[in-house]
């Protein structure tokens, strides 16, 4: 009888156990993306007076804030690929080691070229924490709780875009560079707390390391793939109608990010203080809903359902913006409009690695690079039609969103179908 009992109790407590070191890594991946978006954002108010410093003007800051996005344009696709080849924990160092130095520089920065160079380094290194953090959580994480941990990952980047600028507001007092060194010194401890703390995944096949299994050839098959030709098959593979939609997100809500604080001055007369309220609420809200409301609603209504019910309220919320008639309702629309858009992130990225098998970090790396295409094209096409009527890119923000809705209705019940064929993500 005592045996008949301790099969079941000791399998319950090995799933606590692992249980509990799932939870820590997920905090652990969340504090590394934390200090690399406090690190993003830290930047953002510093720059300008930088560039003022340095005797340049607006074009050179075009092209400073460009630099970031189009260098992980390109190397996260390349650093996904990396990871699926290496493993996550290498390139995840590589990544958080890279960025630490490169804020380093920019701290050390005495001309607008040093400045340049180490704003692309951080783009270029840094583009590999995000891929290697969410193919981690991807391929560790039982479909069920995968929302979850995505949503984690994002309250954490939402933290981040909260306190980098309140940081840097406050160390700059005593010094342009101290926000940037600190930064830095924060990326390091968090190298350290990877080295020592995070555990490197190792699919089951691997506990038998003399027995030919299918799943290690197939993983070894895709490892010696082109890198072009891994691409191309994620891309026209299931996973690549979902990264279009990732796209078509990331264009329609940096339309909005990079005019709102100038429309709220321009339409209501709003002062510094009532624009920094603005970020405030967008990072609060962004915080409850991905690190709260996400994993629980995602298992009541499932992932499908909160990726259309958030491409709905994105695009109302859009048209309830560009028509507010004061800054309280205002306010009302864009607090609206933030919880429906922060809801489908977690979801879609979730969404997208149950289709990625053994590529995950291919997909990711795509899926990152898709982000940062939208973010290259958003606020270009923004700013042009904003100078044309302000509320403009509230309307195209609308428009875009509700063409993600219709991709996603007549193409998600096909990729739903098609992911009970993709092998498990979890080892």
Request: glycine residues 12%; proline residues 5%; contains cysteine.
């Amino acid at each position: 009888m005592s045996q008949a009992h301790s099969a079941p109790e000791l399998d319950h407590s090995a799933g606590k156990v692992a249980a509990s070191v799932s939870r820590r890594n997920v905090l652990l991946l969340s504090f590394v993306l934390l200090v690399v978006m406090i690190g993003y954002s830290v930047a953002m108010p510093l720059l300008p007076f930088y560039i003022e410093a340095f005797g340049v003007g607006g074009t050179q800051l075009g092209w400073l804030m460009s630099a970031y996005s189009v260098m992980q344009l390109i190397c996260a696709p390349l650093w996904g690929v990396l990871s699926d080849r290496y493993g996550r924990k290498p390139i995840l160092c590589v990544g958080v080691l890279g960025y630490a130095i490169s804020m380093f520089f920019i701290g050390l920065a005495n001309s607008f070229t040093m400045l340049f160079l180490a704003r692309s380094l951080s783009g270029l290194l840094s583009s590999a924490t995000m891929p290697s953090a969410m193919a981690y959580i991807g391929e560790n994480s039982a479909p069920g709780e995968r929302s979850k941990g995505m949503g984690q990952l994002g309250a954490a980047t939402g933290i981040g875009v909260i306190i980098g600028p309140l940081l840097g507001g406050v160390l700059s007092v005593k010094s342009l560079a101290l926000p940037f060194f600190v930064g830095s010194g924060l990326a390091f401890l968090s190298l350290l707390l990877i080295i020592f703390l995070l555990p490197e995944h190792r699919p089951a096949s691997s506990s038998a390391p003399n027995a030919v299994l299918p799943e290690r050839s197939e993983s070894a098959a895709q490892a010696a793939k082109p890198t072009l030709a891994l691409y191309a098959e994620v891309l026209l593979g299931p996973a690549g109608i979902l990264l279009l939609l990732l796209f078509i997100m990331s264009f329609g809500m940096t339309n909005f990010q990079g005019m709102i604080g100038l429309y709220f001055v321009d339409k209501f007369g709003s002062g510094t203080q009532q624009v920094s309220s603005i970020w405030m609420l967008m990072g609060l809200i962004l915080i409850v809903a991905q690190g709260v409301l996400v994993g629980p609603l995602s298992k009541k209504l499932g992932e499908l359902s909160i990726i259309k019910i958030g491409l709905f309220g994105g695009a109302l919320g859009f048209a309830l913006v560009a028509v507010a008639l004061n800054y309280l309702t205002a306010m009302v629309a864009l607090g609206f409009f933030i919880l429906s858009v922060a809801l489908i992130g977690p979801a879609l990225n979730s969404y997208i690695s149950g289709f990625a098998g053994r590529q995950q970090g291919a997909v990711m790396g795509l899926n990152s690079a898709s982000t940062s295409l939208g973010r290259i094209l958003g606020p270009l096409w923004g700013g042009y039609i904003y100078d044309v009527n302000i509320s403009y890119p509230f309307f195209s923000g609308a428009a875009t969103l509700a063409l993600g809705l219709l991709v996603g209705l007549f193409t998600l019940r096909k990729q739903a179908a098609a992911i009970s064929d993709q092998p498990s993500a979890v080892g």
